[in-house]
């Protein structure tokens, strides 16, 4: 059973005309889940980095300060799940460049979801399984999550063509309505139940 999205937290109607060069990372703000390259990528590019989530440890938000990239960053603080919903109407690419950590590799973040329902494009770690999912359902991009230069480049190339990252985000939100959602995996959680009390 995966941790993927529950539907009604976070469905709005995306009008794509409405967003600015945005691109947007919800979540806990730490070094392993690639904030720091993140923020360095913004040296080669104009685009805004809306943040939010808390830092661990504190002295992070420093450390990345102290960055030139930070210059570009909208920083959210830790806000809720409406406000989470407004953040990604307004942005047009959703960040989940974590580092390869064992531990990651074969996981299923629920930001990624996330991003994908809000309809906009991911841009993701080049891990295997999750250029599986991207590159078949065409909802993003994957990216060496140690490379600014790199992930700075992937940025632009997505935003270089609205129309094609209008559909890549359309595609991610289809498959998610259709597939990774909490309402499919409810369904097996509860038929495990099921056969359990038999």
Same mark, same amino acid.
Request: net charge neutral.
């Given at each position: 059973?995966?941790?993927?999205? +529950? ?10 005309? *409405? ?30 980095? @809306?943040?939010? $989530? /808390? ?82 359902? *065409?909802? $993003? ?18 935003? #270089? ?10 595609? $991610?939100?289809?498959?998610?309505? /259709?597939?990774? *959602?909490? #309402?499919? /995996? /409810? ?6 139940? @099921? *056969? +359990?009390?038999?």
């Amino acid at each position: 059973v995966c941790n993927y999205p +529950i539907l009604k937290e976070l469905v709005k109607e995306v009008v794509w005309t *409405n967003k600015k060069n945005e691109i947007c990372y919800v979540g806990g703000i730490t070094k392993i889940r690639g904030i720091t390259e993140v923020v360095k990528a913004l040296e080669y590019t104009t685009v805004k980095l @809306n943040l939010a $989530g /808390e830092y661990s440890p504190l002295n992070l938000r420093d450390e990345l300060m102290s960055l030139k990239g930070w210059q570009q960053v909208n920083e959210y603080g830790f806000i809720g799940m409406e406000q989470v919903s407004e953040l990604f109407v307004k942005s047009k690419i959703g960040m989940v460049t974590l580092y390869p950590q064992i531990n990651y590799l074969d996981s299923l973040p629920i930001k990624m979801f996330e991003y994908m329902l809000a309809g906009i494009p991911v841009i993701a770690s080049d891990f295997l399984l999750w250029k599986k999912i991207i590159e078949e359902n *065409n909802c $993003g991009m994957c990216v060496d999550p140690l490379n600014p230069k790199a992930i700075s480049s992937t940025i632009d190339l997505i935003l #270089s063509d609205d129309a094609k990252a209008e559909k890549m985000g359309q595609n $991610g939100r289809k498959v998610v309505l /259709e597939k990774y *959602n909490w #309402s499919v /995996e /409810e369904k097996k959680l509860v038929s495990i139940y @099921n *056969n +359990i009390l038999k």
